[in-house]
C-alpha cells in the first residue's frame, strides 16, 4: 500500500498542540486511520461503510 500523503485531524482534536486523536486519509476505495502521536506505529485501513459505522457508532455512544 502507497503510504496516504493527504492525512487530515478531526476539528474536535485537543491537547496543546492537536496531537491527541487519530488521523484519516482517503484512499482509492480505503480510508486509512493512524495515531497522530506516533504516526510510525502502523496505519488501518477499512472501507468507507465500515468507517462511517464507526463513526456513527461513536456518535450514539457519547451522546
Known amino acids: 500500500m502507497t503510504e496516504p500523503?493527504?492525512?487530515?485531524?478531526?476539528?474536535?482534536?485537543g491537547g496543546g498542540e492537536?496531537?491527541?486523536?487519530?488521523?484519516?486519509?482517503?484512499l482509492p476505495?480505503?480510508?486509512a486511520i493512524?495515531?497522530?502521536?506516533d504516526t510510525s506505529q502502523g496505519t488501518l485501513t477499512v472501507q468507507p461503510r465500515s468507517f462511517t459505522a464507526l463513526?456513527?457508532?461513536l456518535k450514539r455512544a457519547t451522546v
Open 5 to 13: 500523503q493527504n492525512w487530515r485531524k478531526s476539528s474536535f482534536s
Open 55 to 57: 463513526v456513527q457508532g
Open 29 to 31: 476505495g480505503r480510508i
Open 34 to 37: 493512524r495515531d497522530s502521536k
Open 18 to 26: 492537536g496531537d491527541t486523536c487519530v488521523e484519516i486519509a482517503l
